[in-house]
């Protein structure tokens, strides 16, 4: 494993970026803008490096390093339309694969959605579907993705509008033109399915996936022969599209999409498209990418660090996803159509972006983070309570955060009394909440042989994380008045404390007597047995409400730092495999969320300088890595892990994101700069070369400690760094 001494290295310099090949890179010498520098491949290829992953890949596993897909969508759009290799892998396309059997419209990485499959076919294909592909032939930038499918001889470019995909495909015969709708496959388990013909040049249908409906209207440029619709049963089948001969010029196919219904779709379509071509809606595509990703804009640097940074903020803004039409309506939470007034959009990956990726989408895009809390609050009106995903409450600091930084254009009120219904009532978003409330910690059982997999309540996550979203809520009502709920929020916030054990000082599950769970290894990763996702080390620095708290427990600064420099030092057992739980520093994962807050840790007791080897040290080797510079260290969770790169490189981290400030970090470029909505500037500026921060200056004022107040971004300033 790595050793400390490995960590304290130098920046990677412009000779250590290894080009990509020409089918790879997402870039052209004739672009202007930000937008060459992002490559929407980094993060599709695998991590197979033992030294990085903490293990050695059992036989015929993947690491869930990257899931992302490279094709084309815009900024929090209903529509991701891009290849797809192998149903069921969690992005739908994986870099070493060789075949692309469709091109879907929807996607987020997790193992989900991949919906609306459609495939252009030729030749005689003896019921087989699907075609070799070579990266050389392939490429793919903000808004736009090519490949000539090589058994078919087919050369596919897609790009997108919100609502709406644009496919073109140049066929190399003008004969025996096909289009293959393979709407019984998805991510999802496809409950039903239907196409139909809409007209001479038109087709329309959906895809069930149970959950929700899909639906659809896709238009072309060229008329329809017949369709051949064989479905044998509910599910399976297939639905084939017959083109007219003769054409030579290629097959445009316009496809809106609706989580309503076809009419809807076709609205979509007509308004965002519409007799546009090609070539204007591509270029409109890449032209929002770049008024989005230009807000920040940085000097200095290596081209690497500049792909790695643009790459990362443009990741950041695909998730969550719009859900609403052009007409406003949107089926909400118990399935019904309605009409509102704010676009509607799905639950974020709570549990992972509420740490960082939520809190730069408020930044950069304020109007939707609000319609985000907006699509929330609907769902909690419907509901008795606010979602959540998969674990904790974080829709709490989400929302309060938000709320505390200046977006206030919904209904904070009603949305607290939500939150106080999550943080009280049993049945909702937080299981186990009356345990939680009565004993001040949540219990696991004693299990005499427990396994990465052993089914529990994963009581010392949830005690961690309910004890933040309480301190996050309790906020909310400091704020709104509420001075018996912020009292008793504030109190069982402290609850971090009870599943703290000062014989071992560490995070330690407890049993409902109160003893604590007797096989404990604070080495060993669980998937839900006293920890989430992780071991005792890797959520034992979690109270970012509370960091004086935890370092008294520690039994103060010298003791807290002996311990944190374990956990970066440390070695991996390399015989603790939890796929998820991989890349490791020590004990620290960085490729999983739970530990992610860990290495700005050093800067509560006046040692930012190990903070920021810690943080350089995963900058410049967890991201773009591997044979192609391809690789992410864990699942990019919906922007999480790449909002961690955009953040960390910027040198500001939203340490606790339910509150105000950001701790200060030294950045990777020698000046940054963002452009706010309201015309103002913050620039941040690192005049030395040097890594080892020795002062900040605010607007030319010596700042004392780390912290820097969010009123910067209102008001525009300069952060002035210096190092050594």
């Known amino acids: 494993m790595i050793k400390i ?112 499959p459609i495939l252009p076919v030729s030749g005689d294909t003896d019921g087989k579907y699907g075609s070799a592909f070579s990266h050389q032939n392939e490429t793919a930038s903000p ?49 039903d399915w239907n196409l139909e013909q809409a007209g001479p040049s038109a087709v329309q249908g959906f895809q069930n996936m149970g959950g929700e409906i899909i639906y659809f209207y896709a238009s072309l440029n060229q008329n329809i022969k017949n369709l051949d619709v064989k479905k044998e049963n509910r599910r399976e089948g297939r639905a084939m599209l017959n083109l007219e001969n003769g054409s030579n010029k290629p ?16 609205e979509n379509l007509q308004a965002e498209i519409g007799d546009k071509s090609f070539e204007t809606v591509r270029k409109e595509a890449n032209q929002i990418w770049e008024n989005h990703l230009s807000k920040i804009q940085v000097k200095g640097g290596t081209d690497k660090q500049k792909q790695l940074f643009y790459s990362s903020l443009y990741r950041s803004f695909l998730w969550p996803a719009l859900r609403s039409d052009i007409n406003g309506e949107y089926t909400d939470a118990k399935r019904q159509v309605v009409k509102g007034n704010f ?74 009394q939500l939150l106080l219904r999550n943080a009280n009532v049993e049945g909702g978003t937080r299981p186990h909440i009356n345990e939680y409330i009565t004993k001040g910690f949540i219990s696991d059982p004693d299990v005499a042989k ?96 509370d960091m004086p708290g935890l370092i008294k427990l520690y039994g103060g600064n010298q003791n807290f730092e002996a311990k944190l420099d374990s956990f970066f030092t440390k070695p991996w057992n390399p015989n603790y495999i939890a796929r998820n739980v991989e890349t490791m520093v020590g004990q620290y994962c960085h490729g999983n969320q739970p530990d992610h ?20 040290y995963i900058l410049n080797n967890l991201y773009g890595i591997g044979e192609d510079g391809l690789a992410l260290c864990g699942m990019d969770d919906a922007g999480e892990m790449s909002s961690w790169y955009v953040f960390g490189a910027l040198g500001l981290y939203p340490y606790s994101p339910a509150d105000t400030e950001y701790i200060v970090t030294v950045p990777l470029f020698d000046e940054v700069i963002w452009k706010l909505d309201n015309g103002k500037e913050l620039k941040i500026r690192k005049p030395q070369a040097g890594r080892n921060m020795t002062g900040i200056k605010v607007n030319n004022q010596s700042l004392n400690g780390y912290f820097v107040s969010h009123d910067l971004f209102k008001i525009g300033g300069n952060i002035n760094i210096l190092t050594k």
């Not at 993060?43 to 036989?59: F, R």
């Not at 609000?370 to 929302?399: N, R, Y």
């Not at 005690?463 to 009502?477: F, G, K, P, R």
Request: contains cysteine.
């Open 5 to 116: 001494n490995k960590l304290f290295i130098l920046l990677l310099s412009v000779s250590a970026f290894a080009c990509l090949k020409p089918g790879n890179n997402s870039t052209s010498g004739s672009k202007k803008g930000v937008t060459q520098y992002v490559n929407t491949f980094i993060g599709t290829a695998p991590l197979t490096d033992p030294k990085i992953l903490g293990y050695t890949l059992p036989d015929g596993w993947r690491s869930w390093a990257g899931l992302v897909y490279p094709g084309t969508s815009l900024p929090n759009a209903m529509v991701q339309l891009s290849p797809m290799t192998e149903y069921g892998s969690g992005a739908g396309y994986e870099y070493e694969d060789k075949m692309i059997y469709s091109f879907t419209h929807t996607n987020k990485g997790h193992w989900n959605l991949c919906n609306i």
């Open 143 to 191: 808004g736009f993705y090519q490949v000539y499918l090589d058994d078919y001889k087919i050369k596919v470019s897609l790009t997108s509008t919100l609502r709406a995909g644009f496919h073109q495909y140049e066929f190399s015969n003008a004969q025996d033109r096909q289009i293959l709708f393979d709407l019984w496959k998805a991510n999802n388990r496809v409950q």
């Open 251 to 266: 097959v445009e196919l316009k496809i809106g999409l609706s989580f309503v219904s076809t009419q809807n779709a076709k």
């Open 343 to 416: 676009n509607y959009y799905t639950v974020p990956s709570l549990w992972d972006d509420y740490r960082n990726k939520l809190v730069l989408l408020g930044i950069l895009s304020p109007q939707v983070t609000t319609d985000v809390i907006k699509s929330l609050k609907d769902m909690g009106d419907k509901t008795g309570f606010i979602p959540t995903f998969f674990h904790g409450d974080h829709a709490a600091p989400f929302i309060v955060g938000s709320y505390l930084r200046g977006l206030d254009d919904f209904d904070v009120k009603g949305a607290y």
């Open 450 to 545: 427990p396994h990465v997999e052993t089914k529990a309540k994963a009581g010392v996550s949830k005690t961690l994380e309910y004890a933040y979203d309480d301190y996050s809520l309790a906020q909310l009502a400091k704020k709104l008045g509420d001075t018996t709920n912020y009292r008793i929020l504030m109190q069982r916030s402290k609850n971090y404390k009870n599943v703290f054990d000062p014989t071992t000082k560490f995070m330690r599950g407890r049993l409902e007597n109160g003893e604590w769970v007797k096989n404990f290894n604070p080495e060993y990763p669980y998937y839900e047995y006293m920890y989430r996702e992780a071991n005792a080390w890797q959520v034992s620095f979690y109270t970012p409400h």
């Open 597 to 616: 807050e860990a290495p700005f840790a050093y800067h509560f007791i006046n040692k930012p300088e190990k903070s920021q080897k810690m943080i350089d």
